[in-house]
């Protein structure tokens, strides 16, 4: 049997994948690069002939991509539950497997969420910020915030972050959770959460959660009119995309205290430069995309990619087949 050349653009891919991909029936031949993004150049120059790539969200896996690694190429494998940045139906349309890695970060991306979510209700920023310039005030009116206990939630997207958000927030005696989607959820019942239309979500919740993927439809779907369809005293928190987020909306109703306060684990562009606007305002607080970033969690994700890699290479169904 042929050996195969698996191409994975991550050069700290997580050891334990390794281990997956080079158990396989067949030895395979592996190389990895870096996904930076100045490294574009050489992945290009590199991924000629390979039967299978494990790809990143820091690149998007154009036409042009997929040309120059020919036709050979099988199977993709991405390292994350989004897919934004992979041209799905082109490479159905060429036949090639695509696979992703959901669920195993469904319970780190939901801690991040919930950190963010009082992170940004309990001003950690703008009190970080004046602890460390010497400005810590007194003062029964200083630095207050917001409660959860009695609170409205409404999660956009209740997929399996989301489903998995509202699991945590049940122990802080939310009120009501609310969700909206394109379909009814099964799972909605159990967790007590009542589908709504997107309108009537953001007028109703004190917090408002995306936890959707990135598609045309869901592109800005935070802007200057949805905005101002939220609670003057409601937090927005994005574990998504950023593009999700009308930034310049978001930075007008921070500034302008239209709503209370954002928590952001995901921007545009990634990473945000440091003189951004949105990183000024004492009222967004910001993650650097660390949802998924758990030790147990990344070993996980890059098992699966390896997985399902090898599947595809061996003509079966992937763990997470995206199609
Ligand atoms: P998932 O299980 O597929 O859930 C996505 C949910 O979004 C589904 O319930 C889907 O509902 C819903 N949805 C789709 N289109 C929608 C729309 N227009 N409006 C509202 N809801 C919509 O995916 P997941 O694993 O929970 O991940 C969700 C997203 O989080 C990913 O796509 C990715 O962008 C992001 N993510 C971020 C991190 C991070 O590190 N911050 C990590 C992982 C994932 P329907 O079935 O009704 O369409």
């Known amino acids: ?49 390979c039967d299978a790539l494990i790809w990143n969200t820091k690149h998007q896996l154009t036409p042009e991509i997929l040309d120059l690694a020919g036709p050979q190429l099988k199977a993709v494998s991405s390292m994350s539950s989004g897919l934004d940045h992979i041209r799905v139906e082109e490479l159905k349309k060429r036949g090639i497997a695509l696979g992703n890695c959901p ?113 045309n439809e869901t592109q800005n779907l935070i802007n200057a009119d949805t905005l101002k369809l939220m609670k003057k005293n409601s937090v927005l928190v994005n574990i998504g995309r950023g593009g999700l987020i009308d930034q310049n909306a978001l930075y007008d109703a921070l500034k302008g205290n239209h709503i209370f306060a954002a928590g952001l684990d995901v921007v545009t562009p990634e990473p945000l430069p440091k003189d951004h606007p949105l990183i000024s305002l004492p009222n967004c607080f910001i993650l650097p995309h660390l949802g998924s970033a758990t030790i147990e969690t990344r070993n996980a994700m890059a098992s699966i990619a390896a997985n399902n890699i090898l599947l595809a290479l061996e003509g079966k169904s992937m763990l997470f087949p995206a199609y």
């Open 103 to 215: 669920h195993v970060l469904d319970n780190a991306v939901a801690d991040i969420a919930v950190g963010l979510l009082i992170g940004a209700a309990r001003k950690f920023k703008a009190g970080i910020r004046e602890l460390e310039s010497g400005q810590w005030k007194y003062g029964v009116q200083w630095s207050t915030g917001l409660d959860i206990a009695g609170s409205t939630v409404g999660i956009i997207g209740l997929g399996g972050i989301g489903q998995a958000i509202v699991r945590r927030l049940k122990g802080f005696d939310v009120a009501r959770f609310l969700y909206s989607g394109r379909s009814d959820k099964p799972q909605a019942k159990a967790l007590g959460a009542e589908r709504v239309p997107l309108e009537h979500l953001l007028k109703e919740s004190n917090y408002v959660v995306l936890a959707c993927p990135l598609t």
């Open 1 to 49: 049997m042929s050996l195969k050349k698996v191409l994975i653009v991550n050069k700290s891919y997580p050891v334990v994948g390794f281990g997956v991909l080079l158990s396989g029936s067949k030895q395979n031949i592996l190389q990895y690069l870096d996904y930076e993004p100045e490294s574009l150049p050489e992945i290009k120059k590199n991924i000629e002939g």
